[in-house]
């Protein structure tokens, strides 16, 4: 029983160390290297994701370069900034920090379910009446995100979007545009708050995550503490 005992201290010790370090060499810094979509694209940005956030990229249908190594954003507040070519801290969240220019809460804007959807159909390639590559499209889409979002100050967003092609797509999905203005409550969508080296925002983007996908490293974890948890019987079946 003293050696069953000591077999079980080692092993407990054991995984613990070994979580602590697990722990530590998943630590996860996922970051973004932000660039436009394509020459002459307006309203439409590239993202190249770090190790840590490419698991996002299979996820795209399309939306993304030929060769799966970025992947297509678009801008949700209209008064931050990011510089081509910088990269960028990400913390994944279903809203703007600040929120913009439009900020019905203090110090934060959640998406619009409007906005999920049309980007969500976007990185599945189903958004209909959109054409990738194609600048005009873009920024159609941009400024229907904007004007969702409220972002309609600063020469952004137009004040009516009565022309916009996706005002029908939405109505369509909705019944009206003031139904696609509230919450997005999915998963599947969610905001990029970017940050500089120094902790600055810099202008929210958003990204495709898709449906309960678990990183190798969240997964791994799991594993960890479904072994710690059955350890934990075993010793009392012991006892």
């Known amino acids: 029983m003293i050696l069953m005992n000591n077999i ?5 010790l054991s995984l ?6 697990v722990s530590s ?30 698991y996002v990229l299979s996820n795209y249908a399309l939306g993304k370069s030929t060769d799966g190594t970025w992947f297509g954003t678009f801008c949700i507040e209209g008064n931050e900034y990011f510089s081509p070519g ?19 809460t203090p110090g934060y804007d959640k998406i619009s379910q409007g906005t999920g959807y ?35 100050g600063s020469g952004l967003a137009p004040s009516s979007i009565s022309g916009n092609p996706f005002v029908g797509l939405l109505n369509a999905q909705f019944g009206d545009l003031t139904t696609a203005k509230l919450d ?36 791994t974890l799991a594993l960890l503490g479904t072994s710690l948890i059955g350890l934990a019987w075993f010793r009392r079946k012991l006892a």
């Open 8 to 12: 079980l201290k080692n092993l407990t």
């Open 16 to 21: 613990v160390v070994s979580g602590v370090l």
């Open 25 to 54: 060499s998943l630590m996860a810094n996922p970051q973004v290297t932000m660039g436009v979509f394509n020459a002459g694209s307006s309203g439409n940005y590239r993202a190249d994701p770090n190790a840590d956030l490419a």
């Open 86 to 104: 910088s990269t960028y801290n990400v913390a994944l969240n279903d809203r703007a920090i600040n929120g913009g220019i439009y900020t019905p």
């Open 118 to 152: 049309l980007y969500s159909q976007f990185a599945l390639g189903t958004l209909s009446g959109f054409t990738y590559n194609n600048s005009a499209a873009a920024l159609s889409l941009q400024q229907m995100i904007w004007w969702l979002e409220g972002e309609i």
């Open 184 to 219: 997005y409550t999915g998963s599947e969508v969610k905001v990029m708050n970017l940050t500089n080296g120094n902790g600055g925002l810099q202008q929210d983007q958003l990204v495709y995550v898709g449906g309960n996908r678990v990183p190798e490293g969240g997964l």
